[in-house]
């Protein structure tokens, strides 16, 4: 027992810092696939042993809150996601099982999975009214400005009945390719994928940005059915010019459902956009609703995954390369090869275990994996076609820029010389970077000159360097270094987390910054935190909690923040309210519900209502279910409101 218990703990965090990786960070590392095995795992363990059910288990969660920037917009009807099946077999279960509880066998209609961003917009009197990102699926984000930009959306049509379409917005793969060689021109960070890429241009503050990144859009669907049928539903948008898909299909059979399956996934590679599956819907919503949903998913719907895209080929080199915190990663310099429609010539390989795990070898041929929504990985070595004249990839030793010798922590390999110009770059350009401090001005090629000149070694040099003497400097000339110097001053008032982001912690990144900064208030506070604390807070791991304590501690960041705080920064929060219909109330609930305890806790704070510890008058609403006790009762007798599982439902979703 006590085995299990650690399994499902380990598979939590596990799971818990992938969905930061996916939901918060855009940064996936592992294909989709390999995060269903793993959550597939937590589901079984959590049916055979519910005792062990965590509050904080991601099973109890769709998604991610929406960043700062945009407002939220709830949805009327929840925007599910599916459940994911691999196989012909799972599929055939999946019919099976509609059969069985329909006691039919209705027609399903099956559509290629387009790897973007699902949006949901308000028709209203023939207009676009509204348009919101899916979200955690019950609120998104309004995005309405950048929507517009896209031409694929009508943003009027001749239907006046009120009208929630649902659809999905994707980058075509060339319009990625061209947006990322760019990108690297301008030295802003790459897009992973074009998924990516639709989602982050999605978010974006400037609509007129987002205009020129090509964006089209899908339509699939209404948020609830209003003719006889989702593909009669389909037919009438596609008439009222939305884009719906060619390979949507109506399927009689379960035949022709798994033929349809295969001729999407046959046509994969040919499309001019990425599709990661195919979606099987019951077409009739008459027994849509006799199916019903868990808590989840719908049980009419099934997404159909095609496994992730490889290519071979040859590994010539590995190379080392020092990041700001001082880890030294080995890169892959492959000879370039396409794969899911862009060209890959590097891949990092994370840390000398993985490159020892995969088995590789300087001048093999290696397979490489690129999925829908992961950045291209190697894979394995091709064995057979060794000759002999391959050669391990050493370890590193010392420091590829100061050639100081590296210390070994866990699978790092870091730099640890406090000197190293390496790290003090890599940190500098993190501190600047747009998504920093956004010191524009401040690029890569200044920063290496600036350095080179020993003006500038940490990011507390950027307040305190004397800019008149780089007037004088070829290029430069007096307006570049006022532009500077105004940049530089505005970037004093940056709030707390981006400070909090631009110190640079290890494992800290932007959304992490934020939490914290939320969560904590200011980095006095932080720095005092514990690392039960810190892992009290949904999103933050037991490792990440530790690199932060460790990191507060270390005289190399306590006295950047020092230095920092001197130079004017901000290292406190501004107070906000949370907001919601629930804001200043408290809620107890007693008796069993249809649903786990902690699904109603978490949407009653989500609304900005607190848990209240026990009955008192005070307590503004109880909600009781079945065999409800001495609560109930002191509840009645003290006159605080009752309400039952329906009634708060109900409160709930007026919101
Ligand atoms: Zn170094």
């Known amino acids: 027992m006590e085995s299990i218990k650690k399994e499902y703990d380990r598979l939590v965090e596990e799971i ?48 991610a809150p929406p960043v700062e920037g945009l407002e939220s917009i709830r949805h009327e009807v929840r925007m599910m996601s599916l459940n994911n099946t691999y196989s012909d077999a799972e599929l055939d279960s999946f ?39 899916r979200g955690d699926g019950a609120v998104g984000e309004d995005i309405l400005h950048n929507v517009r930009t896209i031409r694929a959306v009508p943003l009027v049509t001749e239907e006046t009945q009120r009208l929630v379409v649902r659809g999905e917005v994707y980058m075509p793969v060339e319009s990625f390719s061209k947006l990322n060689e760019k990108r690297e021109e301008e030295g802003l960070t790459l897009f992973a994928n074009p998924r990516n890429s639709a989602a982050g241009s999605l978010k974006l503050l400037d609509s007129r940005e987002c205009a020129k990144r090509n964006l089209s859009m899908f339509a699939f669907g209404l948020d609830k059915g209003q003719g006889e049928s989702h593909f009669a539903d389909l037919m009438r948008l596609k008439r009222l010019g939305f884009r719906v898909n060619d390979m ?3 399927c009689k059979t379960a035949e022709e459902v798994k033929e349809h399956v295969a001729f999407i996934r046959s046509k994969r590679e040919s499309l001019s956009y990425e599709i990661d599956g195919a979606v099987i819907k019951v077409d009739n919503y008459r027994l849509r609703d006799r199916l019903g949903m868990t808590i989840k998913a719908p049980k009419w719907a099934i997404a159909y995954k095609y496994p992730a895209e490889q290519a071979v080929t040859k590994l010539l080199d590995v190379e080392f390369q020092v990041g700001r915190t001082g880890t030294v990663t080995p890169v892959a310099i492959l000879e370039p090869v396409k794969v899911s429609g862009s060209t890959v010539a590097r891949a990092t390989l994370h840390n000398m275990d993985e490159v020892e795990r995969l088995g590789i070898r300087i001048g093999d041929y290696v397979s490489l994996e690129k999925g829908g929504d992961v950045i291209p990985k190697v894979t394995g070595a091709l064995a057979e076609r060794r000759t002999g004249e391959e050669r391990a990839v050493p370890l590193p030793e010392n420091c590829p820029v100061c050639h100081h010798k590296l210390v ?45 000149l020993g003006m500038l070694k940490t990011p507390a040099d950027i307040y305190t360097m004397d800019y008149n003497s780089l007037r004088t400097m070829e290029g430069l000339g007096n307006k570049s270094v006022d ?34 900064a939320q969560e904590f208030g200011s980095i006095d506070r932080l720095k005092t935190a514990t690392e039960e604390e810190l892992t009290a807070v949904y999103s933050i791991g037991a490792l990440v909690a530790q690199d932060i304590t460790e990191a507060l501690r270390q005289p190399k960041y306590i006295n950047l923040i020092n230095s920092l705080r001197e130079a004017g920064l901000r290292f406190e929060a501004e107070k906000k309210d949370a907001g919601g219909i629930f804001e200043g109330q408290t809620f107890l609930i007693t008796g ?26 005070n307590l503004s609403y109880l909600i009781a279910g079945e065999k409800a006790g001495s609560k109930l009762e002191k509840a009645e007798k003290l006159g605080v409101r009752v309400l039952t599982e329906d009634e708060f439902m109900n409160m709930a979703e007026r919101s």
């Open 16 to 63: 818990k810092q992938h969905d930061i990786n996916y939901y918060v960070n855009d940064a996936p590392v592992i294909s989709d696939y390999d995060y269903d095995r793993l959550y597939r795992r937590l589901l079984e363990m959590e049916t055979e042993h519910p005792e062990l059910v965590r509050d904080d288990s991601p099973s109890r969660r769709v998604g």
């Open 95 to 133: 019919i099976a099982t509609v059969y069985k509880e329909t006691l039919e066998e209705p027609p399903f209609v099956v559509e290629p999975k387009i790897d973007g961003a699902s949006v949901s917009l308000v028709y209203e009197k023939g207009g676009l009214i509204s348009a919101a990102t």
């Open 248 to 250: 949507v299909k109506l």
């Open 408 to 452: 070994r922590e866990d699978v790092a390999f870091r730099c640890v010389n406090p000197e190293c110009t390496g790290t003090a770059r890599g940190a500098l350009r993190h501190f600047t970077a747009r998504n920093a401090m956004d010191i524009r001005g401040f690029g890569e090629s200044l920063i290496d000159r600036l350095m080179d």
């Open 483 to 516: 532009n500077l110097t105004a940049a530089v001053e505005e970037s004093r008032s940056k709030p707390f987390e981006k400070v909090l982001f631009a110190v640079g912690l290890p494992s800290v990144g932007v959304r992490t910054a934020e939490i914290l």
């Open 592 to 617: 069993t519900l249809s649903r786990p305890r902690a699904d109603f806790e978490e949407l009653i704070k989500n609304l900005g209502g607190k848990i209240a510890s026990g009955v008192s008058k």
